[in-house]
Nanobody, 118 residues
Framework: QVQLVESGGDSVQPGGSLRLSCVASGIPFSPNTMGWYRQVPEKQRELVAEVRYGHTNYPDSVKGRFIISRDDDKNAVHLQMNSLKVEDTAVYYC?????????????WGQGTQVIVSA
């Protein structure tokens, strides 16, 4: 059974930092892409950061503040979030994509809440 388990969500003040972690288990082959998305109520889930075939991608909204890193030995991905803003408040989801047995897979975690508030 595939599981993506996120951790690290918390409540912080603006300007603070958090580090999110996601560990994937049960995936037969290493994902070619692991990333983080976020969602707020009544809005679409949006990409925050990803490592896709070894290349990192960030939207402008987090570029320079967030850093994604992978630990392939543990099938883990981390998101260091610095200089947090109120608008970073969201549920953050981990995602793993790849191929196994000639078929693509796309798994999501359950999410971890990040609240940035004074």
């Amino acid at each position: 059974q595939v599981q993506l388990v996120e951790s690290g969500g918390d409540s912080v003040q603006p300007g603070g930092s958090l580090r999110l972690s996601c560990v994937a288990s049960g995936i037969p082959f290493s994902p070619n892409t692991m990333g983080w998305y976020r969602q707020v109520p009544e809005k679409q889930r949006e990409l925050v950061a990803e490592v896709r075939y070894g290349h990192t991608n960030y939207p402008d909204s987090v570029k320079g503040r967030f850093i994604i890193s992978r630990d392939d030995d543990k099938n883990a991905v981390h998101l260091q979030m610095n200089s947090l803003k109120v608008e970073d408040t969201a549920v953050y989801y981990c995602r793993a994509e790849g191929w196994a047995g000639g078929r693509g897979y796309d798994y999501w975690g359950q999410g971890t809440q990040v609240i940035v508030s004074a």
